[in-house]
């Protein structure tokens, strides 16, 4: 089965949000290779995520299961996804 590397754009629910806490539950669920965030407006910042996962674990399906039970998030986007 091949792996795929995704990279999500995730939103939290407001700009007082605790983006360090949802940084952390993300590692703590999924392969992470890459996190950072990314100003959107009037203070609001995203989180930018990129993972690893394979087509034997769901693919992004199963990320995107993990990311639904994320407190604290209003929406996540998948912006980009490469076969490896």
Known sequence: MGKISCV????P???DTDLEQIKEELRE???VEDIG???VAFGLK???MSCITTDEEGG???VEEELEKLE???S????HFDKL
């Open 8 to 11: 999500y754009k995730i939103s």
């Open 13 to 15: 629910e407001d700009a």
């Open 29 to 31: 669920r999924l392969d």
């Open 37 to 39: 965030e990314e100003e």
């Open 46 to 48: 995203a989180i930018k």
């Open 60 to 62: 992004t399906d199963a």
């Open 72 to 74: 604290n998030v209003q």
């Open 76 to 79: 996540f986007e998948l912006e």
